[in-house]
Every structure is written in structure tokens, then in C-alpha cells.
């Protein structure tokens, strides 16, 4: 998908003005904090747990090479194949040729944010394969030809009419009369609708929320079931993955599954939790004949040795999101790109640029429930911070703020000059503003005024007073 | 360590307060200010405002000029490193000093351990009143209904809670009515309130909705800046709703006109 990070300014507008999206996001707000919140506090080592996903993910990080080969070494002992990808395009041709020699013509698909990173779809529809999203969120937006807007709920979004009106128009070959007004409704005929795709399919992609090095198994958390039949019934499973999915035990990654689900949805574990590793073996009662595991970098390897490691701790579990006033007020889409939330706000810059996703780690006013919420303990706000000044290091910030900022700071380190000019400033303010209270509108706060009155000063400046007052103090 | 030497060697000298006045607060509330002194004075310190005090630097910090927010934090250090505690009215700006000034210097050989030496001594107004001085009543008095939001930093940095709501309980007349979600952002964020300002106006509109529930009659915070950005929006509801900072009240100095109200009204 092309980023649309730049054009920010026009999709909050969008979104802001869009009633149906302002509902929906009323959901975000309530329904994943309460659960959280709820889930916390029934694990009183929770915090404890979070410190431990944390060390294991910097220690996994800083051991990636290692852990990789390893993690390649089981893959391979157990007949399986791992394919290593540096970029989108690489992950796209590895898949697509899979595919074909496999002689797909319909492939399914468990839910992957990494697919959505590499556009994956696209590409193989454009060469005839039929893609079917057997997530639900995922199904729903796939029909209407749109992105995710969340990363654990991609369709969080939508209401229920819009669902309705979307089945309608792509079922056709369902009677017309059928009523479609309860969600059970919905969910079965979604179910009925992929039951004969999951048959039909070719081959099965997966994502993965993790990748054990000790096994060379990748694990995947569902609540439909829909990724176990993704990869159990087609004859070949590819599965998906970044490079700091990896962790080193099967001990490890109870850990990060531990605080992933209480994080993400507040339950304590998902419905599902699936490990697989490798194709079928002679006495297994099911499974692929074919395993691979395509392991994308698409520029992570260079943050490594950088500050922005640390994003690399994230396990997808939205919680960032959900805790986000900003998120809150302008969802997904907004942010133009793949990632939403906070941990968009960092990723998207990191991975395609500033200069293109500049406006994302700047929408923040660094209230920090992000960082008081993420499992993994990763410092989103100081991490926007450094894009930030990342951005004005490359003077990719907009002039007029930097220049702003530059006569300000000026002014702030002389401290004098700085006493003699807010005298002054301050006064002019006071004796216009003083009688009303606030200014309607005043030049160069434009911004503010535009939704708020801007409150006058009361007068004189502290320390002006302040000079006075000690001065009789003094004489006293 | 010359914090050390500077402790007081008989239990009669007072502490010594160097005031971290605010930018804000300097420009647009020096009420805010003098309730400050009058609160600290209360509480057995002895305040001093050094002069060459402005701003602590977050606009230039956040914004990602790092040069000159460095330049700014060694000014704050020099200023002020020699008293036994820096105090200043604002959670923001506070945390700014405890947290992020030892981050900003953290290369620098010659200024680091300052920073550190600094942070160590700095609190937000009303946690250094009850947790560092002990204070847990103070003498004033409000007959009405009021409610408290709390601010990102001082709330998620520096951990203040119930301090306010403990000092707040002891007002005489004062009935404290919580709002629903206290505790998320106002939508101020200083500069990101002119530079998104649909957003900062969604978040803020939602926060007067919350404030407008609870049918109090007085709005406090801690922080000038979410303050005048929530009277801002108000005032441009007109909603009756006064707004003023936490240590008017408490220093029973909340006899001028509220933020955002003009000097002919107000006054009751
Ligand atoms: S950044 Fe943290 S909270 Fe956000 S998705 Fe990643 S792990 Fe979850």
C-alpha cells in the first residue's frame, strides 16, 4: 500500500468529520481498557511478567544472529525451508513463486500485519491467485478494499449496517431475503462463506507472534480458529515473519504469551494458541506436506544498532492504541500507513522515513499512557521525541516552526533581554485582554483560537511583581 | 556532595526553595506564583526566585531542537543548583527537570553529573508540600464543588495521585466531585495544541464534556498549560464553569478573577 503518512492533516480532517467512524471509535475506548484494566489486576505479578517479556526480547535482539541460524537449523531438521528476505519486494517474489509452484489458484490467509506491510495481496491477486482473508476483521476489510485500522481488530472501524450492506453486495449468491440484522447472523455466514475457501485452498499463509529458535516452531494467537484451518488443511503452509519475532526457548515465549492476550484483548490467553513446526510428519494426523517460513528484514536490521532498537521489542498487542487519545479521536486510517497509534507514530517513520511519515511522531502531546501500558516496556514518547529531532536535524520539519522555535529559544537563553521583552509583550496583551477575559483571536495563534479563546494575562509578569514585592520586603 | 554540605547543620535552618517559576506562569498567572511562596513559606521553606530563570526548555526539547533545549537546561542548572530543593508549580515542567535534563546531558562530561545532582532535588509544588515537607492540611477554604484533573507528566512521570485530592479534602467547604477519565490528556501538549489543532480541539472537547458531568463549579489541575488550554475551551462553550490552579485554592488566594475571565467579572 502506498503510505498516505503525509497527507495527515487531510485524513484527520477526514476522520474527525466522519460520524459512522466517530461511534465506532467509542468501542476502542471502552471495551479493550475496562478488559485490560480487569485482567491486570487479577495477575499481581503482571508488571513483573512485563519486565521479564522485556529482557527477553533485548536479550533475543541482541543475539539475532544467532538465534536466527538456529531457529533455520530446527526449521530445516524438521523438513521444513526458511527463505530470507531483505525487503518487501524480495518477501513478495519468494511467496509469489511458492505459490505458483504449487500450482495455487486460491490461497487463504491467517490474519498478518506483515503481509499488510509488503502488500501482499496485491501482488498475487495481480497474478491471477485468488487471496481470501479467513480472519473475520480481516475478511470485512478485505471485501471493501481497505486496510486494517487496527492491528488486533482491523475492522474496529466498521458497524454492524455497513457489515450487513457489504454481504449483501458480495454474497450474491445468497438469497436475497435472508435476514442479516443479529451479528451471530453475520459470523455464520462469513463462516459458511470461507468453510468451502478453506477447502478449496492451495496453499495456507500465516503470520507469526512469535518464532522459537529451541524448536524452529512459529507460534500464532487466534480467537476464530480461522488460522489453524489456514494452516492445517492446504497442502503448503507458507508462514510470514519479521526478523525480531525470534525468541530463544519455548519458555520464553509463555512469558511474552502471558502478558501478549491480557494485554491486547484482557483475556488470559486466546482461544487458540498454535505452534507449528515443520510440514506432516508420517503419523501425524493432519498437516501440511510443505512448510516455509519467509523471514522479512524490510529495513529492522538497520534499527538495531540504533536507539529505535527498542521498537523492535513490539509484539503487536494494541495496546498502545487503545490507550491513545489521539487514536481515539481520529482511529487508523489517519495515520496513512499499515501501523496506527503510537506504535505507528514510531514504526512508519522508522521504516519508510520521515520525510514521509514526519507529521505521525509530532500528533503526540507526549501523555505517555502508551508507554504506561505496553507489555513490552518500549518508550514510545521519547522515541517520537528522537524522531523528531531527527527531523529537524534534516530540516524536514516545516521552516516556519523551526524558525519559530529558533527565536523563541533566543530569547529563552538571555534571560534579560528576555524579562525586557515579555515586560513589554505582556502589558500590550493585559490592557487588550484584560476587560473580556480572553482573546477571540489574536495574529500568530491562529491554531489556537481557532477552536478555543485564548486566556489574557493578568497583567504584569511574576517576576516583575516579584522585583517589587521584594524590594518593600526589603525596606520593610 | 555539595547538596550535602549544603544541609542544614542545625534543625532550625530552614530549607532553602529556589521557586522554578514557569514561563507560563510568569506570563499569563503570577497569582499562581505568589501562591506558590505563600504555600512553601507555610510550610517552613525559605523561597528565593533566582533571576536568570525563563522557560525550562520543553518547546525547543519537544520540537527536536536538542541544542537548544541543552543550552536552556545548563542555564536552569546554573541557576539553580546551590539551593536544597527547586520547586516549581507545574508537573510538566517539573519532570521536565527531574527526568528528561539528566537524558538531555547525558554526553556531556561537563554538565551530566549536574543534571543528575539537579534532578535529584526537584519536585512538582504540591507533592513536595505533602511528600518532602509533610503537609497534610492547610488553612483555607472554598464553599463549593470542585474537580480535579490530573496531568500527563505530573501524573505519569512524577506519580502524583492523591496528593492534591489528600490536601484538597482538607479545605473548608470544599466538596471534591471526580470527573469520569481524570486521568487522559487534555489535549494541551503544548506545541502539538497549534500545530494539530483538530485534534487537541477533540480531545479537549471531550475533556469539557467530562468536566461539564460532574456539575462542579471550579475546575483545578496542576499544570497552567492544560489549564488555559480547558478555560479556552470553556469560555468559547460558555460553559459556567471557573478554572484556576490547584495552589490558588489551597493557599486560599483564589480571589482573582479566574483564568480566562475579565477583570470586570468574576470577582463574586
Ligand atoms: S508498542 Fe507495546 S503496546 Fe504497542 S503494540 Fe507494541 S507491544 Fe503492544
Not at chain 1, 496485491?122 to 482473508?133: R, Y
Not at chain 1, 481515539?328 to 495515520?335: E, F, K, L, V
Not at chain 1, 525586557?420 to 489556537?448: H, K
Not at chain 2, 472537547?205 to 475546575?219: F, P, Q, R, V
Request: glycine letters at 8%; hydrophobic letters at 35%.
Amino acid at each position: 500500500m502506498e503510505p498516505t503518512s503525509h497527507a495527515f492533516k487531510d485524513n484527520v480532517r477526514k476522520a474527525l468529520n466522519d460520524d459512522q467512524l466517530q461511534r465506532a471509535l467509542g468501542n476502542v475506548k471502552t471495551g479493550f481498557i475496562d478488559k485490560r484494566a480487569k485482567a491486570r489486576a487479577a495477575l499481581p505479578e503482571f508488571d513483573q511478567l512485563r519486565d521479564q517479556a522485556r529482557d527477553i526480547k533485548d536479550h533475543s535482539l541482541a543475539h539475532l544472529d544467532l538465534y536466527l541460524e538456529e531457529y533455520e537449523r530446527k526449521v530445516t531438521y524438521s523438513g521444513g525451508h526458511v527463505h530470507w528476505a531483505a525487503t518487501a519486494a524480495e518477501a513478495r517474489e519468494i511467496i509469489l513463486d511458492l505459490c505458483t509452484r504449487a500450482g495455487a489458484k486460491t490461497v487463504t490467509k491467517g490474519k498478518s500485519m506483515v503481509a499488510e506491510e509488503i502488500a501482499l495481496n496485491d501482488h498475487l491477486e495481480a497474478q491471477g491467485i485468488e487471496v481470501v482473508e479467513t480472519d473475520l476483521g480481516e475478511y470485512l476489510i478485505q471485501i471493501r478494499g481497505e486496510t486494517p485500522s487496527h492491528i488486533i481488530a482491523p475492522a474496529v472501524h466498521l458497524n454492524k449496517e455497513q457489515i450487513e450492506q457489504d454481504f449483501r453486495k458480495t454474497h450474491t449468491d445468497l438469497p436475497e431475503d435472508r435476514s442479516l440484522d443479529r451479528p451471530e447472523q453475520l459470523v455464520n455466514e462469513a463462516r459458511t462463506v470461507l468453510r468451502d475457501k478453506f477447502i478449496a485452498a492451495d496453499v495456507g499463509i500465516t503470520g507469526a507472534n512469535l518464532l522459537i529458535a529451541e524448536t524452529g516452531s512459529s507460534v500464532i494467537v487466534t480467537n476464530e480458529g480461522n488460522g489453524d484451518l489456514t494452516q492445517i488443511l492446504p497442502r503448503v503452509h507458507i508462514v510470514i515473519a519479521t526478523i525480531e519475532k525470534i525468541v530463544p526457548t519455548r519458555e520464553d515465549a509463555m512469558t511474552i504469551l502471558r502478558v501478549l492476550a491480557r494485554s491486547a484483548t484482557g483475556q488470559e490467553f486466546t482461544t487458540y494458541t498454535t505452534f507449528s513446526t515443520g510440514p506432516k510428519r508420517p503419523d501425524d494426523p493432519d498437516g501440511p506436506e510443505e512448510y516455509h517460513v519467509v523471514i522479512l528484514d524490510n529495513g529492522r536490521s538497520e534499527m538495531l544498532g540504533t536507539e529505535f532498537r527498542e521498537v523492535l521489542r513490539c509484539i503487536r498487542c494494541g495496546a498502545c492504541m487503545n490507550h491513545c487519545p489521539v487514536y481515539h479521536a481520529i482511529g487508523g486510517h489517519a495515520y496513512g500507513w499499515v501501523y496506527p497509534g503510537p506504535i505507528g507514530a514510531v514504526l512508519t517513520p522508522s521504516l519508510i522515513g520521515v520525510e514521509k511519515a514526519g507529521h505521525l511522531p509530532n500528533a503526540s502531546t507526549f501523555c505517555g499512557r502508551c508507554e504506561a501500558v505496553c507489555p513490552m516496556r518500549i518508550p514510545l514518547p521519547k522515541l517520537m521525541r528522537k524522531l523528531r529531532e531527527r527531523e529537524f536535524e534534516k530540516a524536514a520539519s516545516p521552516w516556519q516552526q523551526r524558525a519559530g522555535i529558533k527565536i523563541w529559544a533566543f530569547f529563552a537563553k538571555r534571560p534579560r533581554l528576555y524579562r525586557r521583552s515579555t515586560n513589554i509583550l505582556i502589558a500590550i496583551l493585559a490592557r487588550f485582554g484584560r476587560r473580556r477575559g480572553t482573546f477571540r483571536y489574536l495574529p500568530f495563534a491562529g491554531g489556537w483560537t481557532k477552536y478555543r479563546e485564548l486566556p489574557a494575562p493578568q497583567g504584569r509578569t511574576f517576576h516583575q511583581l516579584w522585583r517589587e514585592q521584594r524590594n518593600e520586603r526589603v525596606h520593610k | 556532595m555539595q547538596s550535602e554540605q549544603t544541609q542544614p547543620r542545625d534543625e532550625q535552618r530552614k530549607p532553602r526553595v529556589g521557586l522554578f517559576v514557569t514561563c507560563l506562569v510568569d506570563l499569563f498567572r503570577p497569582s499562581v506564583g505568589f501562591a506558590a511562596i505563600k504555600l512553601l513559606e507555610q510550610a517552613g521553606c525559605e523561597v528565593h526566585v533566582p533571576e536568570a530563570q525563563t522557560c525550562c526548555g520543553q518547546p525547543a526539547y519537544n520540537s527536536g531542537d536538542r541544542t537548544n533545549a541543552q543550552s536552556i537546561a545548563k542555564q536552569v542548572i546554573a541557576a539553580f543548583e546551590t539551593y536544597d530543593y527547586v520547586v516549581a508549580p507545574s508537573g510538566s515542567c517539573a519532570g521536565m527537570l527531574r527526568k528528561h535534563f539528566p537524558a538531555l546531558l547525558d554526553n556531556d562530561r561537563d554538565w551530566s553529573e549536574r543534571a543528575v545532582r539537579l534532578a535529584g532535588k526537584v519536585h512538582e509544588l504540591i507533592s513536595f508540600l505533602v511528600d518532602v515537607r509533610g503537609i497534610t492540611k492547610v488553612d483555607a477554604r472554598y464553599y463549593g464543588t470542585v474537580t480535579y484533573h490530573d496531568s500527563c507528566s505530573g501524573l505519569r512521570e512524577l506519580g502524583i495521585k492523591n496528593q492534591p485530592r489528600d490536601l484538597l479534602a482538607s479545605v473548608d467547604g470544599l466538596k471534591l466531585k471526580e470527573m469520569p477519565n481524570a486521568e487522559i490528556c487534555c489535549g494541551f501538549g503544548g506545541t502539538f495544541s497549534v500545530k494539530y489543532p483538530d485534534i487537541s480541539d477533540a480531545m479537549v472537547e471531550k475533556k469539557t464534556d467530562s468536566i461539564e458531568e460532574t456539575k462542579a463549579d471550579l475546575l483545578l489541575a496542576g499544570d497552567l498549560g492544560c489549564l488555559m488550554n480547558m478555560a479556552g475551551k470553556i469560555k468559547r462553550q460558555g460553559t459556567p464553569v471557573a478554572v484556576r490552579h490547584i495552589a490558588e485554592v489551597l493557599a486560599d488566594m483564589a480571589d482573582d478573577p479566574a483564568i480566562g475571565d475579565g477583570s470586570t467579572i468574576g470577582r463574586q
